[in-house]
């Protein structure tokens, strides 16, 4: 495998939107599946589900980068590799900010792919929690963007 990492991404974006719980938390008063509320790399200026722009709260994953180097075979070719993913969970208010409608998201984001054990397009991996921030964006109109965000390290073997 070439470019491991892109399974790592598809699992995480089939785990977070395929699951029921999650999409509850982030339809907030509209419907369930409303929108679409799991993105890669940044957000969309249109969900591809609701049509309209993404509502908040929603989640964006993006690679970050390795935890450890990769490992290589005798042989010189690789066998293992350590991609980590930050995953985001955003909100915005105006004033102060309160972090328990995003809380609530976090924590089933965790109970999803923190230790995990996956088979996904003949790559075997698991998943582990590494790190945790609080990102905060003042925007010039008065509104806060703030998230909880967790990044998570994959040992993935081939």
Request: glycine share 10%; with cysteine.
């Amino acid at each position: 495998m070439s470019f491991e990492v892109l399974t790592v991404a598809k699992y995480i974006f089939q785990t977070l939107s395929g699951d029921a719980t999650l999409k509850n938390l982030l339809a907030g008063p509209k419907a369930p599946g409303f929108q679409l509320g799991v993105y890669q790399e940044m957000a969309p200026t249109v969900d591809p589900v609701s049509t309209k722009e993404p509502a908040l709260p929603y989640i964006v994953f993006s690679r970050v980068g390795s935890w450890e180097p990769l490992g290589n075979a005798l042989c010189g070719g690789t066998h293992v590799s350590y991609p980590s993913y930050r995953v985001t969970v955003w909100y915005e208010q105006s004033g102060s900010i309160s972090y328990a409608r995003v809380q609530s998201i976090a924590d089933r984001i965790t109970v999803l792919l923190d230790g995990q054990k996956v088979t996904l397009d003949g790559l075997e991996f698991a998943s582990l929690r590494l790190d945790t921030e609080q990102p905060i964006i003042v925007g010039t109109d008065g509104h806060i963007d703030y998230g909880l965000t967790i990044v998570y390290g994959f040992t993935v073997t081939f």
